[in-house]
């Protein structure tokens, strides 16, 4: 059966804190009616700080839509084959092994995919096939391996290389005055992760099943406006409160395998926002601290779109392997709104075939342990 291997996760060198943010906010909106809003949903965010992939003063300039994508890709570029030596070798497998490769983001924009240029330049075999996946945001991270799952019960013997790559800080639209925008401009924050789901052998989560489900009528609620200066984020003011609409869902899947979504080993969930963990909380009724993963993400890197389920995986793998056959659920939730729901026992792996690459790139994972959007 697939099984879900420990994420290897990046962030780049260039950070700006809470206090930070909404000093610059002040400073630069100080004539907006909103802004006390504004300071005030930012400050409940939880976020203490988060990474990018540019100096600050740099960020806040906007070249253009064109020299942002170009931004885009030559950061991608430089920065992915280090993560994903890492994921291959914590999965123990080599690039020949990988026949799938799943590549999200929502922050910037190739034709042909990044997929096409890892192939090329990363040594994977020209038979790899391509998954990019553009569109679903914060969900996106939730619907790779889900797909990864896919493939893997299709083909039992297949190996897929996931990669999320999310430079929120090139959506930054100076211009963009609603709560909303504000708001995301102090809550997401830049990451690269990946991982490897095996379809035979590996240690991690072992994936039992997995769901995709959509809140009817919702579709405008979390969006972009595409501009000529580029994706311009828009947030309704009732997405706060859309764990009520999905909290069944991920109830329904666990019942699926009955097993009690209430009464789980591990949760790692995609952390918009601290109000997304506390709905979750009291909906499922779950102790707080089963989210301790998630909302450490969202802490020290802010909301890293795609990138946050991965991450939250690999501070559990961090914390402690968990206890063979341990129950667990994957969730991203994102536009649509759309949840990706994943259910897994975690499984110890066998001896190493060979060592993985640690190479250092920035803060990574192993250096680091209100009301806001999914």
Not at 124 to 148: D, E
Not at 222 to 250: E, N, Q
Request: hydrophobic share 40%.
């Amino acid at each position: 059966m697939a099984t879900l291997c420990r994420p290897a996760i990046a962030v780049p060198e260039y950070t700006i804190s809470k206090e930070e943010t909404l000093q610059l906010a002040a400073e630069l909106h100080a004539r907006n009616p909103d802004l006390p809003l504004a300071l005030r949903l930012i400050d409940n965010t939880g976020v203490q700080k988060r990474h990018l992939i540019q100096p600050l003063d740099v960020t806040l300039c906007h070249p253009g839509f064109e020299e942002r994508n170009k931004v885009y890709l030559r950061e991608a570029r430089a920065r992915i084959p280090e993560v994903v030596q890492r994921a291959l070798g914590y999965a123990d497998v080599v690039e020949n092994d990988i026949d799938l490769i799943i590549y999200v983001s929502c922050t910037g924009f190739a034709m042909p995919s990044m997929t096409a240029w890892m192939i090329n330049e990363l040594n994977f075999k020209s038979s790899t096939r391509q998954l990019p996946i553009a569109q679903l945001g914060c969900a996106a991270g939730g619907a790779a391996i889900n797909r990864a799952h896919d493939f893997c019960t299709a083909y039992p013997a297949a190996n897929v290389l996931i990669v999320a790559c999310e430079f929120c800080s090139l959506c930054y639209q100076p211009d963009d005055l609603d709560v909303g925008s504000l708001l995301s401009n102090g809550l997401f924050g830049d990451a690269i992760g990946a991982a490897v789901v095996r379809g035979e052998g590996g240690g991690g989560v072992r994936l039992e099943r997995n769901a995709s489900w959509l809140v009817p009528d919702t579709q405008n609620w979390i969006s972009y406006a595409v501009k000529d200066t580029g994706f311009h984020f828009r947030l309704d003011k009732r997405v706060p409160h859309t764990m009520s609409m999905l909290a069944p869902s991920l109830a329904a899947l666990a019942g699926e395998l009955q097993w009690n979504v209430s009464a789980l080993d591990f949760y790692i969930i995609h952390a918009g926002g601290p109000r997304i963990l506390d709905d979750l909380s009291e909906l499922l009724g779950v102790d707080g601290s089963y989210f301790r993963h998630s909302r450490a993400t969202l802490t020290e890197y802010g909301n890293i779109a795609s990138v946050v389920v991965l991450d939250a995986l690999a501070r559990k793998f961090d914390e402690s392997p968990g206890a063979e056959l341990d129950r667990g659920i994957i969730a991203g939730f994102g536009p649509g709104i759309t949840a990706e729901i994943s259910m897994g026992t975690w499984v110890t792996a066998g001896p190493p075939r060979k060592s993985g690459n640690e190479k250092s790139f920035g803060r990574v994972d192993q250096d680091l342990i209100g009301e806001v959007v999914p």
